[in-house]
């Protein structure tokens, strides 16, 4: 338990770590920008350069050394990031963009230095000013906008209380941190307060709300021994929690753990920008030294040379394009979460746009994994047989009896108090209501007491894989109720939205032929698999793949594991097992399978906007790098580094605001 708690503790120490630096990183840069732009001004005053373009002599004697002085700040100061990212890169031979920056500020800061100091030419001090102003504001921009991508983080932790009422073995209740807290204490939940950890009810009643975590918009009602998940809040009964889960284990911080898992996770399209950002650095180095070379051996000043050599390097420079796939993995991951999809595997998650057919498992996923009435054959009023049977069934927790009870609260039917309850072992109850004496009993009673019934009708049920249970009032059969695990509304749905997107349904199950038949005809299913052992789901899926299909796997359970791990995008549903999440790509936490829809649309979007991204960056470098060498000086266009630098920025923000647009 200490050991867990050390963890925990280091843990979340780390992510505060984490953030704290991030968010100090970022102030750097804009601390770093605002005094660099500050000692720009008299520099740009002072440049011969630009004082020649506006028509002004300001010079005086030893102005250069001052203008020296202050590019030297600048260079130090400003640039000191740059420098240092170049040193790393250079170390892990990786060069990338912090290389590509700093050769372009020393090559700009040593030249000028030099024509202080007795080589003839111009300085252009104020280029690498400005060059360091850009890129500084370029990075506090993209700074800010990574730190706000992961906020998501924060938000979900800050969903856990920081206190809990520990009640002690003496009935004493104390306040103390969560962080202290044991699995086995048990804890006294007001009404009104959050759920501080996942835990199990062992005192009193109240209904939950688990919106925040499930998406369930509807109070869920809890009694003694059902589970409760931290940071849901409870309703106005008063509560006493056995403490299940604390720290990592907790549902809450798999989430935590699941959203950042997404956020660094790599995709293969992310790494490809990342593979084109470190090219684009080898294409405007060679670029650059052919520039130079070029302008040289046409005769050109050398200054000029180098100002487009310089100028090539700013504009080659991938900043937007190391910024393209970022920017809309984290809002992707920040939509997909307000929808109840957590993605723990980027790669697989930007596939499923080419998904071409989803096995789902039956019980749980395409059902809702509990029995529900499916038929009643009597003569008498439903409602009137429910009330009878779900008052006898009240006193059982089999899940037949739960089925039933659940089905009378659903249609609003009243219980009435039960006398002389009894358990026919293996043959079904019997008790008193309102004096008449009630009996839900299996085929196997009926048929030793020689009791008639319609054979044919339950024969019909039986085949479809239904529990059937016969309703006697004093002795005489008055209906027969059919049982099934009941098919959920919303699979429907999803298996209707999968064929207007071309994509086949199937369904994978353990259970009997004649129920998977039964199932797949109320969902218009034609593919389906039954009677498979769990270890044989995965040699399904991978049968599946070999006829060259790309195929998703949802499931909720521990026999599904196998079969997601193999999938080419794996999804649990959310109110399954941990192994089956921990085993998925995506979990769907509001349990819907109408939701995996919404991953097929989601990554689609995401990738079109992230092949948005790569082109805006790398098109805009494409067009730059060619004017930037000065191709088209013959004609009296040339490019700048300065102007080079804002049109790189404004690319950069560009990506970012285009990021931003991403809808799903």
């Not at 073995?169 to 939940?189: A, F």
């Not at 920040?334 to 993605?343: E, M, P, V």
């Not at 040339?638 to 049109?647: D, E």
Request: overall charge negative; hydrophobic content about 45%.
């Amino acid at each position: 338990m200490d050991h867990s708690k050390h963890e925990e503790h280091h843990h979340s120490e780390h992510k505060q770590d984490h953030s704290s630096h991030h968010a100090h990183m970022v102030e750097d840069f804009k601390k770093r920008f605002y005094l660099s732009l500050l000692i720009t001004l008299p520099i740009l005053v002072l440049s011969p350069m630009l004082q020649n373009f506006v028509n002004l002599n300001l010079r005086f004697t030893g102005d250069l050394y001052i203008l020296f002085a202050l590019s030297t700040v600048i260079f130090f100061y400003g640039g000191w990031p740059f420098l240092t990212g170049a040193w790393r890169e250079l170390k892990d031979k990786n060069p990338g963009m912090m290389t590509l920056i700093a050769l372009a500020i020393i090559v700009a800061y040593v030249y000028s230095s030099l024509t202080v100091f007795g080589l003839s030419g111009k300085n252009f001090f104020w280029e690498l000013a400005t060059l360091i102003d850009i890129m500084l504001l370029g990075h506090w921009i993209e700074m800010k906008s990574v730190m706000g991508a992961s906020k998501a983080l924060e938000e979900l932790v800050k969903l856990m209380p920081s206190e809990a009422h520990r009640v002690s073995e003496d009935g004493s209740i104390e306040d103390v941190p969560t962080s202290e807290l044991n699995e086995g204490d048990h804890l006294l939940i007001k009404p009104g307060e959050k759920v501080p950890v996942d835990g199990t009810i062992v005192k009193g009643q109240s209904s939950i709300d688990e919106s925040m975590l499930t998406g369930e918009s509807v109070p869920v009602e809890k009694e003694k021994n059902d589970e409760v998940i931290g940071a849901s809040i409870n309703g106005e009964g008063s509560l006493t929690v056995k403490v299940e889960k604390t720290g990592e284990d907790s549902y809450l911080s798999q989430v935590v753990t699941m959203v950042r898992e997404a956020q660094e996770s790599k995709s293969r399209t992310q790494n490809f920008s990342d593979r084109a950002a470190k090219w684009l650095f080898y294409l405007a180095l060679v670029t650059g030294i052919i520039t130079l070379l070029t302008w040289v051996l046409l005769g050109y000043d050398f200054v000029f040379a180098l100002e487009r050599m310089v100028t090539v390097m700013v504009i080659a420079c991938p900043h937007a394009l190391g910024l393209a796939a970022p920017l809309v993995v984290a809002r992707s991951t920040a939509l997909s979460a307000k929808k109840g999809l957590l993605i723990r595997n980027r790669t697989s998650f930007e596939e499923a746009r080419k998904l071409e057919a989803v096995v789902f498992d039956k019980t749980g996923t395409l059902t809702e994994g509990k029995f529900g009435i499916t038929d009643i054959i009597t003569e008498k009023e439903e409602d009137e047989i429910i009330l009878l049977a779900a008052s006898v069934e009240s006193e059982s927790e089999h899940p037949i009896a739960r089925g039933i009870v659940e089905d009378a609260k659903e249609r609003n039917v009243n219980l009435k108090s039960v006398e002389d309850f009894q358990s026919i072992t293996g043959k079904g109850l019997q008790a008193r209501v309102d004096n008449k004496k009630v009996m839900v009993v299996s085929p196997g009673y009926m048929k030793d007491e020689e009791i008639d019934y319609q054979k044919d009708r339950y024969a019909d049920l039986a085949k479809q894989g239904k529990t059937v249970v016969f309703v006697l009032v004093d002795g005489e059969l008055v209906a027969m109720i059919a049982l099934a695990d009941r098919i959920r509304e919303s699979a429907k749905n999803a298996i209707q939205q999968l064929k207007n997107l071309n994509v086949s349904s199937m369904m994978l199950t353990g259970d009997n032929k004649q129920v998977a038949t039964w199932v797949a005809k109320q969902l218009d299913l034609t593919e389906i698999y039954a009677e498979v052992l769990p270890h044989e789901k995965a040699d399904q899926i991978k049968k599946i793949k070999q006829k060259g299909l790309k195929v998703a796997m949802t499931g909720d359970g521990v026999n599904d594991a196998p079969a997601l791990a193999n999938a080419d995008l794996g999804i649990a549903i959310g109110a399954g097992t941990d192994v089956a999440m921990e085993t998925a790509d995506v979990v769907l936490v509001k349990s819907n399978p109408e939701e995996v829809v919404s991953i097929i649309e989601l990554s689609k979007v995401t990738y079109k906007k992230m092949i948005q991204n790569l082109w805006w960056a790398a098109g805009y470098n494409i067009i730059a790098i060619p004017l930037a060498a000065g191709v088209l000086y013959p004609i009296g266009i040339v490019l700048s580094p300065a102007i080079g630098a804002v049109l790189m920025s404004f690319s950069t923000v560009i990506v970012a605001i285009n990021a931003k647009l991403l809808k799903a």
